[in-house]
């Protein structure tokens, strides 16, 4: 049988919101496998870099440009049994590059009984039927908008933010405030909470274009203005200047849209590389700026409604978000020590690690090893799953068996399932090191403390 270790050639987009030619790091991974119809141009943006089975950008074993799905599909013992049968013969995780240079839409991505529903009901607009729990982890510098506020938080701007209130509207602004007033964090009110937040924010959704239009020059003005002052000082999580420029750099992407409002009532969130957060099908969120790593169940399902020239689906927005509401703490995850992992004395004395990110659903978790030194090597047990390798920092192999295939930035390989995997660095001590994340599905194994 042909040893499961496959170098992949790997599809990049082209969205408006990419960053520009050898700026983006989806471009510079994709242009490190050979291909006939890709090279970077200097000035077309390129955002995302698809590794996985999903049709709208299939990933191909390099060496024979037949399509990881028909591989997978022909010899089931990739992936395992267990999961082809149940993911339908398709790799069960997205893996994803993206190269954020302005924000994308402000969405969220539907749970499963959402998307069938509103893929039979408008399959332009949905392309699948699958639902999209999302994972990120920077690699440089992030920030996005993810999840609602604190309670308290969003009442503060409403008092606070003269252009956000009169948009909103006096009576709604305030019903909201005595709604939640001294319940902002009560678990007996969450329910009562919640249904406030949706009024409040379904309210703002709905503005008119001219009401929008002239707040907007409002907001502006004021954070041209205010400065430290601006927001009422902005709040416990954010300062004011911060959120001034926040406001201003929006506008400039894009001017007076709700998006400069919904800000208020979304945690502002920023990552610095190796940071994480988990985010469940139906929360709410608007990536920025930054390069990170994606990891998401298999679907390309988003229902917009802000930062997007693209279709706005504000009504399926309002209705099916959770509506939960926690601090920026609770919107990060908490990486740990992978604990099947062999490091060699090469790697200890380095201090090599492997991180393991581990969300809590069953189609993904990813590790992020980073080997040090020369010759730091890393051995892993086998997994009872399909996964996906990439190296984003440096130079060295990965060994499946007699198989070792060289490594470098932007290398990809699919391993299949039940393999050991061996990672050796060919960086010398004191050089950036060899940086390497894989996405891996295993059900009922070892994540899963089963």
Request: proline letters at 6%.
């Amino acid at each position: 049988m042909q040893v499961p270790l496959i170098r992949l050639q790997c599809g990049v987009n082209s969205y408006d919101w990419g960053k520009v030619g050898r700026e983006s790091a989806a471009a510079k991974f994709a242009a490190a496998t050979p291909s006939d119809d890709f090279s970077i141009q200097e000035e077309k943006p390129y955002a995302e870099l698809w590794m996985g089975t999903h049709s709208s950008v299939p990933s191909k074993d390099l060496t024979t440009k037949r399509a990881l799905l028909d591989l997978v599909q022909d010899n089931q013992a990739l992936m395992s049994t267990e999961i082809s049968e149940r993911y339908g013969h398709k790799l069960p995780f997205l893996f994803k590059v993206l190269s954020i240079r302005k924000a994308l839409s402000i969405q969220a991505h539907p749970n499963k009984k959402l998307a069938e529903q509103l893929h039979a009901k408008d399959s332009k607009n949905y392309p699948d039927d699958n639902h999209k729990p999302e994972m990120t982890i920077a690699i440089t510098p992030f920030d996005g908008l993810c999840g609602f506020r604190p309670l308290a938080e969003i009442s503060h701007f409403l008092s606070s933010v003269p252009s956000l209130r009169s948009l909103l509207g006096e009576s709604t602004a305030n019903e909201f405030k005595e709604a939640v007033k001294g319940r902002e964090t009560s678990d007996e009110s969450a329910d009562t909470n919640k249904k406030a937040l949706q009024k409040a924010f379904t309210a703002l959704m709905n503005s008119k274009p001219d009401a929008i239009d002239s707040a907007a020059k409002d907001l502006v003005a004021a954070a041209k203005q205010d400065g430290e002052d601006f927001a009422g000082e902005g709040g416990p999580s954010n300062g004011g200047k911060e959120l001034a420029d926040l406001v201003l750099r929006l506008n400039d992407q894009f001017p007076s849209d709700i998006g400069l409002f919904v800000l208020f009532f979304l945690n502002y969130v920023k990552l610095e590389p190796g940071e994480a957060m988990f985010l469940k099908a139906d929360d709410i969120h608007a990536y920025l700026s930054g390069d990170i790593m994606e990891c998401m169940a298999s679907s390309d399902n988003v229902v917009r409604a802000g930062f997007t020239p693209k279709y706005k689906d504000i009504p399926t927005l309002t209705s099916m978000l959770t509506y939960t509401y926690a601090p920026i703490a609770e919107q990060k995850m908490h990486p740990t020590d992978y604990p099947y992992v062999t490091l060699s004395a090469a790697a200890y004395s380095s201090n090599s690690t492997a991180i393991l990110y581990d969300p809590p659903i069953e189609e993904f978790s990813v590790v992020k090893t980073d080997l040090k030194t020369k010759g730091a090597k890393a051995t892993f047990e086998p997994i009872a799953g399909p996964s996906i390798v990439i190296c984003t920092k440096g130079w060295g192999t990965i060994g499946v068996g007699p198989k070792r295939e060289e490594m470098q930035e932007g290398f990809v390989f699919f391993v299949g399932a039940t393999a050991e995997v061996v990672l050796e660095s060919g960086e010398e001590e004191g050089e950036e090191g060899f940086v390497t994340f894989r996405a891996f599905c295993e059900l009922g194994g070892k994540e899963d403390g089963k």
